[in-house]
């Protein structure tokens, strides 16, 4: 067992050393920083650009309306704020200030500067009249749109307000950027409810009526009520996207991230030292086995050390944004939990491969259905978390190569599987990481010091049941 540890410790300290160790430390916070940077970005550097169309109205009832309907919505594409300043100098944007008189606020007429924001891109349209009978509307108008002159164009058909219409009395949107779908949604509900209003007024329906049977109810949804043991009842608070969506998703992301920055460290060493033939010299000294141990001990302490860094910088920083209730203490140590079984299931697999390969290329090649196996409850992740408690969720979460993250996943969606499912994948999961280990361990023990031709999947099954 000295000998084992000898050898984990060893790889752990080279890794931790190492300048991949110091990129895996800092590359969470560079991701997150650079996420958080792009969005504020993002959201400061909007597309203000105005879009221009043309509107062809053969039903001859529409355009007038459309044109108070952009009037009142261009109207809206901007915030207004008020900037507060004490003598010359601007302070803030809605801050309170001391006027250099009598130490009160600043009044409105004297000390505030209102400031108004575009937000949002401005529309502006124009009335099409076809009058060239060698070209139709629809080519004379995309040859404009392609020159951009038009950012897009409407045709609205001439019986657009019947009751039955044809499809030819349709509306038609043409743009060359499908993508941008702002304009078209505001065209299409626009001219939407213009349609509806006249249907009801050719029924003789009060359209104040239509209104307020319409009318939206307030809908809140919130997380269930139990009774403390005070006898008072707790809960029942407003359902949170972070709790609900971001930290389930994101501790799946997480520990997928480490699995895939550690356990192919195993196969890099390994498959290093037998080409370099120190292999050779170490089971002179230890067991093929003993070696794989502490090979296999030596990754997962590096993978647990990173998840330290990363859950414990999560800790500190819900804790300062007093946050900390949004990840209950559950949920960090069944991540460390699944990610020790994980992480000894994936790195005994990627160690055989890398003791059964004498090249990189054969590696790569069988590493793929290693690869395979780890991509599976990605793809299922939706799934799951639209769905945790069905019986395909279940089904999955209990399959042990896919327990580790998607049992993480559940246990992450309030309220959690039942006890009795998470003592089984836990039991099964160990059975399975037990059998992983025992059967990388015999294509260690024959793949370490073999050579020569690249072994196939049919070998490595019949250097598992071997004597």
Known sequence: MSKVLTI??????????????????????????????????????????????????????????????????????????????????????GLEVESSGGGESASLEEDELAIREQYLPAFSMEKYEHGDESRSAELVLSDRVRNGELFAFVVIGKNILAERTRPKDQVYYYSASSTYKDLSKWIRSTIQDKVEDSRFAAKGID????????????????????????GEEVGGEEDNDIQSFAIPFGSVMLLFMLIMMSAPQALNVVLEEKMQKISEVLVSAVTPFQLMLGKLAGTILLSMTLSLVYLGSIFIATHY??????????????????QLMAMAIFSSLFAAVGAACSEIRDAQSLITPG??????????????????????????????????MLMMLRVAIDPGPPMW??????????????????????????????????????????WVFSK
Do not use: H
Request: glycine content about 8%; hydrophobic content about 55%.
């Open 207 to 230: 359209l104040e009526l239509v209104a307020d049977l319409q009318r939206l109810i307030t809908f809140d949804a919130r997380g269930l009520v139990e009774e403390s043991i005070d």
């Open 371 to 404: 690869m395979m196996i780890l991509m599976i409850p990605m793809f299922f992740l939706v799934v799951v978390l639209k769905s945790p408690d069905s019986a395909l969720a279940v089904g999955l979460s209990l399959f042990p190569p896919a327990t580790p």
């Open 8 to 93: 984990a410790f060893t790889e752990y300290l080279n890794a931790v050393r190492s300048k991949a160790f110091i990129v895996g430390i800092i590359m969470m916070p560079i991701m997150m920083g650079a996420g958080l940077i792009m969005q504020v970005l993002s959201e400061s550097n909007v597309d203000i650009q105005e879009r221009k169309f043309a509107v062809l109205d053969e039903s001859g009832e529409l355009y007038d309306y459309l044109e108070e309907a952009l009037e009142a919505r261009n109207s809206g594409i901007y915030k207004t704020g008020k900037i507060e300043f004490k003598g010359l100098g601007a302070v803030g944007e």
């Open 321 to 338: 944004f007093e946050m900390e209730a949004m990840i209950p203490m559950r949920i960090y140590a069944w991540f460390l939990l699944f």
């Open 421 to 462: 499912q998470l003592i089984l994948s836990v039991i099964l999961t160990a059975g399975f990481t037990v059998g992983c280990v025992w059967a990388a361990g015999k294509v260690f023990r024959i793949g370490l010091l073999s050579s020569g031709q690249a072994p196939t999947l049919k070998n490595l099954v019949g």
